[in-house]
């Protein structure tokens, strides 16, 4: 434990501070968590949709079997029962020709099953083998200036690889364009994942709203643990006296004193943080990347087939998957667009027709006229990962710079991985770790 250090306040309650809060608990800490809105869960949340009053998630995040930090949280939370977990990795493709495949590990781990799933992909025999070079140069670390673009270039990775296996990965887990990101992060999170038993790079998929998993879950468990959580908290300015935060100014125009046996951690999002701390702390250059839903409700009769909980598009713009969630009936499905600009300002009108219209692409066999589409935006869902991000996100606790009480996690910050859920559990993991 830091020395002197009695109580911490937290701000923000996503999944980093969620954790964060409940570990300096742990530790015997006093602890308060301050959250802007009148929820937890940060966003990983949902809402009710007016028009059908169905519960509907800012955007379906899926977990790998891998996200053990996530998991951990979970556990905790009492919700980790609340998923569909396979045992090996499952993917379905529809090309927008209407062309089906499905890629299907077994059991075996996945560096034996995979080769054996890429085999069988419709996949002319030259690309084939690509593939599998492809999956052993993942265990050489790319040049760190390197995109996934230029990787995939590089290791002849062109064509059907691409598009049907490294593309729709990149969007899933990075949730940007293999362009933009960083083929050693991208890396990274791929040995995680497929370089263990075939539960590691298998999906997990909710059964229920995040805001039930994460965020009502959280109020409970804070309560018992006796953490004192204030909604509607949003912090609008620091004091700093003596390279320390001595007050904390709050939008209700509330004033919190911070002694000198106190910690603030921010599990703020970076561009929340970021003009609290004044200047241009590096991290305010990080760039942001979307998530966009399509959210479609029709008769069953009506509904595309049920070919699995998660499928690709392949060549799919500016939608990249059809998701299900698991028990859900077979008219009420998703189209999510991840890190896709082509529909930055756009209306949701405009969003609609686009996403009707690649659904007659990719499904050309299915009638949508009678079907209600509601769209949910989250403009800045992640960061980019991108080669240069490295420099800009700091490592989980003390920045170098700012005052001394201030600690930092979330999942901008340097764990080693894209901006993930997993990303952000790990990150209160580290800023634990320095106070003991």
Not at 160 to 175: D, G, K, V
Not at 304 to 311: A, K, M, R, V, W
Not at 361 to 369: A, D, G, K, Q, V
Request: proline fraction near 6%; hydrophobic fraction near 45%.
């Amino acid at each position: 434990m830091s020395s002197g250090v009695l109580r911490a306040i937290v701000l923000g309650g996503g999944v980093a501070g969620i954790a964060a809060a409940l570990g300096l608990r742990d530790l015997g800490l006093q602890v308060t968590l301050l959250e802007s809105h009148g929820w937890l869960g940060g966003r990983t949340f949902s809402f009710v949709d007016r028009h059908s009053a169905r519960r509907l998630d800012n955007g379906p995040h899926v977990m790998l079997g891998c996200y053990r930090a996530m998991r951990t949280l979970l556990r905790r939370l009492g919700t980790e029962p609340y998923f569909a977990a396979a045992q090996s990795l499952t993917v379905a493709y529809r090309t927008n020709q209407g062309q089906r495949a499905r890629l299907a590990l077994g059991r075996l781990p996945v560096p034996l099953s995979m080769p054996f799933a890429l085999w069988k992909m419709p996949w002319p025999l030259r690309q084939r083998l690509a593939a599998l070079r492809g999956l052993g140069a993942l265990l050489r670390p790319a040049n760190s200036e390197w995109t996934l673009a230029h990787w995939l270039q590089q290791h002849g990775q062109i064509g059907a690889p691409a598009e049907w296996l490294w593309q729709p990965l990149c969007r899933a887990i990075m949730n940007v364009e293999p362009h933009e990101a960083s083929a050693l992060v991208f890396q990274a999170t791929m040995r995680e994942a497929f370089f263990g038993s075939a539960a590691t790079g298998a999906f997990w998929i909710p059964q229920r709203p995040w805001g039930e998993i994460v965020g009502e879950a959280a109020v409970r468990v804070l309560a018992d643990a006796g953490i004192d959580v204030q909604l509607h908290a949003r912090v609008s300015g620091l004091t700093v006296a003596g390279q320390r935060i001595t007050a904390l100014d709050l939008g209700s125009g509330r004033r919190l004193d911070i002694g000198a046996d106190t910690e603030v951690v921010s599990a703020l999002p970076w561009h929340a943080l970021a003009p609290l701390l004044g200047g241009s702390p590096p991290f305010a250059q990080l760039a942001s990347a979307p998530l966009v839903s399509a959210y479609f409700a029709i008769d069953d009769a009506q509904a595309p087939p049920d070919e699995g909980l998660l499928t690709a598009l392949v060549a799919g713009e500016p939608f990249h998957f059809l998701y299900r969630t698991p028990g859900a009936r077979r008219g009420e499905f998703a189209l999510l667009a991840g890190g896709c600009r082509q529909l930055d300002g756009c209306k949701v009108a405009e969003i609609e027709a686009q996403a009707r219209t690649q659904m007659a692409r990719h499904y050309p066999e299915i009638e949508l006229r009678s079907a209600s589409v509601r769209i949910s935006k989250e403009a800045r869902a992640t960061i980019v990962a991108a080669p240069g991000a490295a420099a800009m996100r700091p490592a989980p606790g003390r920045l170098a710079f700012g005052p001394r009480n201030l600690r930092v996690c979330g999942d901008w910050t340097a764990v080693g991985l894209p901006s993930t859920l997993e990303g952000a559990a790990r990150s209160a993991e580290q800023l634990l770790a320095s106070f003991r």
